[in-house]
């Protein structure tokens, strides 16, 4: 897929019960004229002690090419992942700051890797591709809800479900939006509100996590 250039830089806030604030995630997107793009991210979970920086690389067709994720939780460094993806074929390093460096290997195609950075949960709606419903495998640095842990790979199923268009005020501005949820097993469903030109999240809400996540400010060159 390819169009035009273009830069994105935002923040999304994370809120818990009665709207304390819990934590942040800085974000920026690029996206070159060939369709080809890269995500930055770094997620911020106070009540956890936890942080999370993120990239993750598409081609021009969205698959992913390579990700890499690095945790930190209490001021410890936990490790870090650099994860590789071509046709059939999965390939993951896997360095934990207090073990022995592992290679993983896999003979299956990524459709969607999440790296637990919201903005990129929200991309999962792509895997629609003009359906109402999908299912699809996510592979993934970590089961955990928070993304916590010394990053690894792993596969879940994921439902996605799209319930119609709705437009919706959020700190960042108002949007027109597309109003998805995705069901992880027996987790409750993620409910997700999306910028409908662009996937970025504008809202997201679940039950499982007592919290909600709000786009705070959204700037595109």
């Known amino acids: 897929m390819t169009g035009a250039r273009y830069n994105l830089h935002g923040a999304i806030g994370y809120f818990g019960a009665g709207g304390a604030r819990t934590g942040s995630e800085l974000f920026s997107v690029s996206r070159e004229a060939d369709g080809s793009g890269v995500l930055r991210a770094q997620c911020v979970m106070d009540y956890d002690a936890l942080v999370r920086d993120c990239l993750l690389c598409l081609d021009?067709?969205?698959?992913?090419?390579?990700?890499?994720?690095?945790?930190?939780?209490?001021?410890?460094?936990?490790?870090?992942?650099?994860y590789r993806f071509g046709a059939g074929r999965i390939l993951a390093d896997i360095v934990p700051a207090d073990g022995n460096p592992e290679r993983i290997e896999q003979a299956e195609d990524c459709r969607f890797f999440g790296t637990h950075s919201l903005v990129n949960d929200g991309w999962i709606v792509r895997a629609?591709?003009?359906?109402?419903?999908?299912?699809?495998?996510?592979?993934?640095?970590?089961?955990?809800?928070?993304g916590g842990g010394v990053?690894?790979?792993?596969?879940?199923?994921?439902?996605?479900?799209?319930?119609?268009?709705?437009?919706?005020?959020?700190?960042?501005?108002?949007?027109?939006?597309?109003?998805?949820?995705?069901?992880?097993?027996?987790?409750?469903?993620?409910?997700?509100?999306?910028?409908?030109?662009?996937?970025?999240?504008?809202?997201?809400?679940?039950?499982?996590?007592?919290?909600?996540?709000?786009?705070?400010?959204?700037?595109?060159?």
């Open 60 to 82: 021009p067709d969205e698959a992913p090419r390579e990700a890499f994720v690095r945790t930190v939780e209490c001021g410890r460094i936990l490790g870090s992942g650099h």
């Open 128 to 146: 629609l591709a003009g359906d109402r419903i999908a299912a699809i495998t996510v592979h993934a640095n970590s089961l955990a809800a928070n």
């Open 151 to 221: 990053p690894g790979l792993y596969a879940t199923q994921a439902r996605i479900e799209q319930h119609g268009k709705e437009r919706r005020e959020v700190a960042a501005g108002t949007f027109d939006c597309r109003f998805v949820t995705v069901t992880y097993g027996d987790y409750p469903p993620i409910e997700m509100w999306l910028c409908e030109s662009l996937d970025v999240l504008a809202f997201m809400r679940w039950d499982y996590l007592d919290g909600h996540y709000e786009l705070l400010s959204l700037k595109q060159s």
